[in-house]
Nanobody
């Protein structure tokens, strides 16, 4: 199970941090990350955190967002800086088993960037 939190309303240029807690039976080899879906658009990758500390970012997140992970507590964080109106979307936490095709989605948290 994935529980995301931290969304809200922020002004352009502002920052926001999302967090996601994984619970239950979690595969030891996993990739945790964030995707987002804006109204009328397809879901897209924001950032993922791989075993070994490798971070991967979608084009829209590069240079502005930072993903981190608390391994002990199976939590992932997404620090978003310099947010713009085009970042407005529902952000979903995602966890994928690194060995077999198995994945989980969180419930989504709304991020709205507006003045």
């Amino acid at each position: 199970q994935l529980q995301a939190s931290g969304g809200g309303l922020v002004q352009p240029g502002g920052s926001l941090t999302l967090s996601c807690k994984a619970s239950g039976s979690i595969p030891s080899m996993n990739i945790m990350g964030w995707y987002r879906q804006a109204s009328g658009k397809e879901r897209e990758l924001v950032a993922t955190f791989w075993n070994g500390g490798i971070r991967k970012y979608g084009d829209s997140a590069k240079g502005r967002f930072d993903i981190s992970k608390d391994h002990a507590n199976q939590k992932t964080y997404l620090k978003m800086n310099n947010l713009q109106p085009e970042d407005t979307a529902v952000y979903y936490c995602h966890l994928r088993n690194g060995l077999v095709p198995e994945e989980w989605w969180g419930q989504g948290t709304q991020v709205t960037v507006s003045s």
